[in-house]
């Protein structure tokens, strides 16, 4: 596996395993559905919370959520409609992203950007 395929499922057990110590359930991780994909999609209480991880070694090119464009804004807004189709959800549901700033066996930064507004 590439460094950066390493680098990015690491961030992603990070998340995982921030969200579920406060309390969130991980109902999937790495969905995808044709061209559609999302990264982590979980309960919070009652409301369904889609999670767009983003991993980096250190911010000299700015931060990781700063990745996340209007293109791939639009990506998630259409997987988002996709999977509350697919699985006839009838729950609140918020957009977050987590950014992780750090290397495989050190202690990264976390960020949780939570009700992110995607377009």
Known sequence: ??????????????????????GYRILERDWKSGHHDLDIVALDGNTLVIVEVKTRRNRLFGDPEEAIDYKKRRSLASAINHYVKLHSCRCDIRFDIISIVGMIGTEPQIDHITDVALI
Do not use: P, Q, S, T
């Open 1 to 22: 596996m590439a460094a950066h395929n390493e680098l990015g499922k690491w961030g992603e057990n990070i998340a995982v395993a921030f969200l579920e110590e406060k």
